[in-house]
């Protein structure tokens, strides 16, 4: 659980990687997780 683990975010940092827990973009990362959130809302 250091920069060795890229499933960290200190991993993904030390690599240079983007993925879930380090977005490229955390606004459409931000976008996406709302929208997820309102549609299981919704299917209630």
């Known amino acids: 659980m250091g920069k060795g683990d890229v499933r960290t ?3 993904k940092t030390y690599r240079g990687t983007h993925g879930n827990t380090r977005p490229a973009n955390l606004k459409r990362a931000l976008a996406f997780k709302r929208a997820q959130t309102e549609g299981k809302k ?3």
């Open 9 to 11: 975010k200190r991993g």
């Open 42 to 44: 919704q299917a209630s």
